[in-house]
């Protein structure tokens, strides 16, 4: 905390770590002999740069970009990009802590960082986005490359942005290096699932943390937060496997659709039109608008918080639980506030913690990594079947490590024991770095 003062995000995510690990710290005195946990706060790299663009009505306009490169002691650094005004260092520094233990859950060899902007996509032209993208990597390019750090997308990174970026690295290195970036168009190196992996996985985990109990989702009502890339396709998922997804939301409030959410109609407006959710009620008489608000009032058995961290807290929860949730699992990353998750545990809700229930995205991330690697391409019903796997995988370590800790059913231990084991392993045995 004196180390890094202004930092509350960041502070909040390390502490949840250090205060589920005493189990493998007893276990394993030497991780703190070798000062693993000294070492494992402190990012091995962060850059900060100026990223100036004009807009387009000639103003200069000066932004802020960031890659906090946090362990590479797995893999290269891995970790998507996000572009919202309200990014800072503690933001940037919190989800790259996240992706050191998430990545590791995955097994698949890959490092953590976290990176992006305080720029704003809503409201800007396409050229604007396209200029904004280019001047980024023209700083940010010098630190990347398929064996030293591979971004993707994350909060205002989607599509187009990651095409912009992708574009200018090509341009300025002369080097059409596919595995420098991951989430690209399935056109030009980009895997199939990619796209839906963070949202399907999500619900591949809630199926599997159901599945401990002998329970399944059909005809569950599932509430979604968000409306972007992780929240429509854990809705399509769970419309899928049977259940109705019933609630979406932006920053300027959510709908609930008792007849379950369009999403043919949701998409075409978030994605193709880019507008705001208060357009969905206009074309569906079953739904309602709640402007400024969350969705968490409304009935569910099964809710995934998809938009952005802290988005749930203890109030939250409560109506929650008096309306009979079964089951939470965060598909964004630390949506719910400690309280909200304590709240969740004691009231016996089955709880998936963000670094194993979202770890479907950067695990597809590395299936792409591998197939730009071996110049491959695997189907899409072939990638579904490995991230399917994957979020099995994900689910049971952390279910096993939880058991063999003493805290069966707890997953945020679970998660932070099975993801820092590894981590910190592998830091033993490559020394003092
Ligand atoms: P998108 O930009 O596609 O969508 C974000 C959604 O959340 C939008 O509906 C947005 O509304 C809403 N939102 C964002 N910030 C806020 C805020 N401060 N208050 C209220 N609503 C907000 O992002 P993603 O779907 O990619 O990411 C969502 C979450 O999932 C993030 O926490 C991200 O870190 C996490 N995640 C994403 C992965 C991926 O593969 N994309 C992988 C793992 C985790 P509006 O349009 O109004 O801003």
Redesign the pocket.
Known sequence: QKRNPHEPEFQQAVHEVLESIAPVLEEHPQFEGAGILERIVEPERQIMFRVPWVDDTGRLQVNRGYRVQFSSVLGPYKG?L?F?P?VNLSIIKF?GFEQIFKNALTGQGIGGAKGGSDFDP?GRSDAEVMRFCQSFMSELYRHLGEHTDVP?????V?AREIGYLFGQYRKITNRHESGMFTGKGVQWGGAEVRTE??GYGAVFFVEAMLAVHGETLAGRRVGVS??????LYAMEKARQLGALPVTA????GYVVDDAGIDLGLLREIKEVRRGRIAEYVEHRTSARFVPGERPWNVPMDVAIP????N?LDAADAEALIANGVRAVAE???M?STPEAVAAFQDAGVLFGP?KAV?AG??ATSALEMSQNASRQRWNFPDSERRLHEIMLGVHDASFEAARRYGHEGDYVVGANCAGFERVAHAMLAQGVI
């Open positions: 998507g996000r919202h309200s989800l809503h993707a997308g994350d909060i205002g989607g992996a963070t968000g409306s972007g890339n992780v929240a939301s932006d920053s300027s998809s938009a952005t961290q988005e598909g964004a990353n949506p963000g979202n995205g950067v």
